[in-house]
């Protein structure tokens, strides 16, 4: 019987952040858990892109420059830095870098601008989605799936 990368993923991050530990477990998730993702997110994302990767001339760092800093900054954020400051800092996106989405099927949220993620790269929903509010997980380089680089996200809401 085959199960997913994706359930198997889910899997080990329930159990890497102590979800379903003695009743610690809130309804999110236990629904992530089971691989029901949320309708609706909010995220925060620090880009870090290379030479090439994306039309911006301030970006001269190699591929493998980008992926070391990256990595330095994925670390960094697990430590409790501040977040949005590494992004000001970092990011070759825009600061804030805050984007809302919705889920496939889903309709936006009327009030709000609420990208589809369909629309986005689709590493970078794969993770925002698979996150619980709080948490900062990556999309590394992928020529399909995360062409302009590394994202770093951290789900808000």
């Known amino acids: ?18 979800c379903g530990k003695g009743g610690d477990a809130t309804p999110e998730s236990e629904a992530l858990a089971e691989g029901v993702e949320p309708d609706h997110i909010e995220v925060q994302h620090l880009l870090v892109s290379f ?17 070391a800093l990256a990595s330095e ?3 960094r954020s697990q430590t409790g830095v501040d977040f949005d400051s590494l992004v ?6 825009q600061h804030p870098g805050i984007y809302a ?12 601008q609420e990208y589809a993620r369909a629309g986005m790269v689709k590493s970078f929903g794969d993770v925002g989605f698979s996150l619980q509010v709080g948490e900062i997980g990556m999309a590394v380089f992928d020529s399909t799936d995360s062409r302009y680089g590394w994202h770093i996200v951290k789900r808000l809401k």
């Open 88 to 93: 000001e800092e970092f990011t070759d996106d």
């Open 1 to 18: 019987m085959k199960v997913s990368f994706r359930i198997m993923l889910m899997v080990a991050l329930v159990a890497f952040t102590g």
């Open 73 to 75: 900054l994925f670390g």
């Open 51 to 67: 030479r090439g990767a994306i039309s911006k001339p301030s970006v001269t760092r190699s591929q493998e420059e980008a992926e």
């Open 101 to 112: 989405m919705h889920n496939f099927d889903i309709e936006p949220l009327q009030g709000i």
